[in-house]
């Protein structure tokens, strides 16, 4: 979807929070996961990773800010 709509149903809101929540979840253990690392090569691959889901996480807020979205 191009431009997102001025109201958000409950339906469509429970989906982008079950996305934000694991996305948000699966960073943390990125992140948490990146700090205990010794293997440079490794700890550089989570932080893609982390990246991705820090990416996504971002992406739903700004469906739900709506007003930049025009």
Do not use: H, Q
């Not at 929070?17 to 979840?25: A, P, V």
């Not at 943390?28 to 996961?33: D, G, Q, T």
């Not at 989570?46 to 700004?62: A, E, W």
């Amino acid at each position: 979807m191009e431009k997102v709509p001025c109201m958000i149903s409950t339906k469509d809101l429970d989906y982008l929070t079950d996305i934000f929540n694991w996305n948000y979840g699966a960073y943390k253990s990125a992140v948490n996961m990146e700090d205990e690392l010794t293997d440079k090569a490794l700890s550089k691959c989570v932080r893609k990773v982390s990246d991705l889901f820090m990416n996504n996480i971002d992406t739903v807020l700004d469906i739900l800010d709506g007003e930049n979205n025009e």
